[in-house]
């Protein structure tokens, strides 16, 4: 690869999902340390073994974290500050979804998809741009999602969530510039592991509503993460890179 995360300590949230398992091992074969964090617990996932394994425990830290507790990843940061002593990219992936018509939504459910969305995304930006500060810099990556400017029917709190996602994280980049802190947004559309159990009706959907005929996957996602994490997009920011396949409503 043109990149390298070589010696960067990275923060990765929602870590035992597609994207964030797929995330996890690349940024380890490209140098990095990583800190695999999820509100499920890493010895759930096979793969988080397999990796300590092969890369030591000195290059993967994981930590039961949830993201939308402000205590919590307050402590997530400051195990990150006690046993690297700084953090130089930070790539956030957890969220919360709920498919349901408008006016179906309950109070209760519209804000639990928000604050695991939208206010996970703030309290993990807010903190990890604290140690940025004190450490001279670093690089912020929010997953957001292509419904957020091509909403879905079903999908308000998330698509809403998702969108000031995209701007919050513009103002991250417009404040921080100076302090030497980038801020990006990714913004997937379908993005499948490989999957037998996938119907053929859904991968001919698939071919119809993509220029490039198909589903994503958790490795092209990230590979596109970690080239804006790298020293390699250093001038950019305040960017938002979709990766959707050239999906057409």
Known sequence: MAFSLHDKVILITGACGRIGKASVRLFLENGATVVASDLIPAASQPLFGELTERFGERRLLTVQSDACDESQVMALMNEINDRFGRLDGCFHNAFAQLHRPFADYTLEEWERVVRGTLTSAFLVSKHAVKMMLASGGGAILNTSSI????????????????????????????EYGASNIRANCLLPGDIKEPDPNVSAAYVEKMKEITLIGRSGTPDEVAQLAAYLLSDSAAYVTGASYVIDGGFRL
């Open 147 to 174: 419904i957020s400017e091509r909403p879905q029917a079903h999908s308000a709190a998330y698509s809403a969530s998702k969108a000031a996602i995209n701007q919050m994280t513009k103002v991250l980049a417009l």
